[in-house]
């Protein structure tokens, strides 16, 4: 981890940081924490296996938009088996505001073989009482969430995620290769 300073806790198993809330973790710090990270990596990859896995027979929602879902309004069918499957296979790109309608207990899976490019300023947002914590993004490529724009739900990424200055998150990343924020605010009250 570079790019701010950390304060050894735990004995060398953790960090902390004044710009991190809670801890941050390592390969390189002393057991248990390189078994747990072990694990950690481990259970990422089921999921994102798992997400990309899911079947869509919904044809209007694969390659939705031609890729580009700025001004979209994403809805789930709880009664349909994977009613709130959308698969792209290409890039995904937001130009504009993406909102994501529904229950509580609705789930959102957004599979793309290409990268997820959220353009400046841009947002996804939450209209009745879906919850960040269900939508998930399976992501093959890379993710670039420009400056200004705000993400909600969990990255599940192949590969790297960049968040640009003043960019937001409510969710989690989990990516299998790097994560960069550039002064971004990640919120995790899932």
């Known amino acids: 981890m570079t790019g701010f300073s950390l304060t050894s806790t735990d004995v060398g198993k953790a960090s902390t940081s004044a710009q991190v809330s809670g801890k941050a973790y390592g390969a390189s710090y002393i057991a248990p924490t390189p078994a747990h990270l072990t694990t950690a990596v481990s259970?990422?990859?089921?999921?994102?296996?798992d997400a990309a896995g899911r079947t869509n027979s919904n044809a209007a929602k694969i390659n939705l938009g031609g890729g580009e879902i700025g001004g979209e309004t994403l809805t789930s069918?709880?009664?349909?088996?994977?009613g709130g499957v959308y698969t792209f296979q290409s890039?995904?790109?937001i130009n504009g505001t993406v909102t994501f309608s529904g229950s509580a207990s609705d789930i959102f899976i957004i599979q793309m073989t290409g990268n997820?490019?959220?353009?400046?300023?841009?947002?996804?947002k939450l209209e009745g009482a879906v919850k960040a914590e269900n939508i998930?993004?399976?992501?093959?490529?890379?993710?670039v969430v420009?400056?200004?724009?705000?993400?909600?739900?969990?990255?599940l990424v192949k590969t790297k995620v960049f968040f640009e200055t003043g960019s937001s998150l409510n969710g989690r990343i989990l990516a299998q290769t790097a994560?960069?924020?550039?002064?971004?605010?990640?919120?995790?009250?899932?």
């Open 136 to 143: 998930f993004w399976q992501v093959a490529g890379n993710v």
């Open 179 to 190: 994560a960069v924020l550039q002064k971004a605010t990640i919120t995790s009250q899932l």
């Open 146 to 155: 420009g400056a200004g724009a705000h993400m909600e739900g969990i990255l």
């Open 91 to 93: 890039d995904v790109t």
């Open 116 to 124: 997820l490019v959220v353009a400046e300023g841009k947002e996804v």
């Open 77 to 82: 069918e709880p009664l349909i088996t994977n």
């Open 43 to 49: 259970d990422m990859e089921i999921a994102y296996t």
